[in-house]
């Protein structure tokens, strides 16, 4: 029998290098085949018909039983290195080693809004977090609290918003305040935003470079294999207008597809057809290579964006996340913009791809199967791709005569300074067309018995303005897709609560209490998994996909898996 490793072995590797003669760390060229450039090699073409770099992953290796000398120092290995060993050796058995990098963030605190009346965020159309998690539990696991970010689970569905009557504002705000289901003394106020919807036939033409990632921890059922998967169903899509390069990376960085016009779909899925994962992940370089290839191609006008697909797995090269981000956000200026797709576990780089697509005006992606590849890139394509508006930021400003407390739920990675929501310099989310957008915050009125935080012994009110009929003044920032300054839209909020909740503000409660619950329950005050699965089969409403009906027997199989009541794991 042959196991698979996943940790490096020194003694063992040894072993192998005295009886296969040496290992490097490549795999060694096949007869007829060219071998993979050196890795200094940044801007090659990739030979013709022949996969770049030459498939190595689990490749099994020749191997005798040699004595291992006792003082044998073991050459150096790559961490994304897959070793075969025999059963006997030791540690043949030993589990695999997850890796997977998540940023940890604290929850947003609650406050009062007679101190803070000003909540200022960008707004964020991320979904991966989600879909990451899904394919954890679906994998029968909790997953790490880091992983779970609410707005990304809040923002996966659709909630049936109603979009703008023209264009001349690229998208509507719908406003709703209701009880909390699960503390009937607090309110729940979503604030939604839809952007139109652009049919297929005016989606402008598109300039698209996919950056796929070919290192060897690229070589996994659900990496490689699937994200060839999905970009295939891509291709029917293109049309003449639009321009496709293929970029890949490892050791080296080669351009698998020159800018290719998008109906020539034989070439293009020959292309893609030929990619095959080995080597070390020179992520860096990879991005250099596609934005040069994005600029040559660049569409005036047009859609201009790279498509980074990877397991986030950088270790050649600038492997820093900030130092990435820097680079990034430098390219964003040239109008090309960044979206990345995640894949995989075990060594999977959130934080990495995360952060590059907000630094790179896109949205990130979490691949967990052949469905949701075809949702990201085929279904939402105008979402994903053509962007309606840019920067743009939400502030409300919370009445402290009417509101005593006030918390937003997730959006940790877009909070912004009270000054920032004025500065046009300042980076802030993207809207693509038809895309929705919802921010929920959990409310405490003044007089209710609801109160996280103590009045002071020795404070006194402020004086606030006679709006006792107003909740909040809703203000939102956005540019146009060509930039210049931004644009503002002020809409006061009523203070009078619906008298019952829609299905959409009781499915979102669902998820938001759904994604606490996996925090570890702080927020959401024991209403487990169960009532959110009760609460979201009751609001399923129009459940096209059945992604709704999805998420109550996520909830469900989580409960499951817990071993402590939330908010005591």
Known sequence: MMITLRTPLPLLLAGLVLAAGGFTGDAPARPGMSPSPAPDETSADCLPGTPMPLPMGRQTLAYAPVPVPAKMAAPAMREDARIVAPPSLPFAGSPPVDTSRYRHRDANPVHLAADEPVSTFGLDVDTGSYTNVRHMLQAGRLPPADAVRSEEFINYFDYGYTPPSDRSRPFSVTTELAPSPWNRDRQLLLVGIQGYTLPAKDMPAANLVFLVDVSGSMNEPDKLPLLKASLRQVVPKLRAQDRVS????????????????????????????????????????????AYAQAAKGFIKGGVNRVILATDGDFNVGTVGVEALKDRIADKRRSGIALTTLGFGEGNYNDDMAVTLADAGNGSHHYIDSLEEGRRVLVDEMSATLTTIAKDVKIQVEFNPGTVAEYRLIGYE????????FNNDAVDAGEIGA????????????????????????????????????ELALLRLRYKSPDGGASRLIEQPLSATPEAAPSDRLRFAAAVAAFADNLRGGKYSEGFGYGKVAELARGAVGSDPGGYRGQMARLAEMAGGMQTAEPGRR
């Open 434 to 469: 038809g895309a929705n957008v919802t921010a929920l915050y959990e409310i405490t009125l003044k007089g209710a018995k609801a109160g996280r935080i103590d009045p002071l012994r020795y404070g006194s009110p402020s004086a606030v303005p006679d709006k006792s009929g």
């Open 246 to 289: 293929l970029v890949t990376y490892a050791g080296s960085t080669c351009v698998a597809l020159h800018s290719t016009p998008g109906d020539r779909h034989a070439a293009i899925l020959a292309a893609i057809d030929a990619l095959g994962a080995g080597g070390s992940t020179n992520g860096a370089a990879g991005i250099d290579l």
């Open 413 to 420: 990675k877009r909070l912004l300074a009270r000054e920032d």
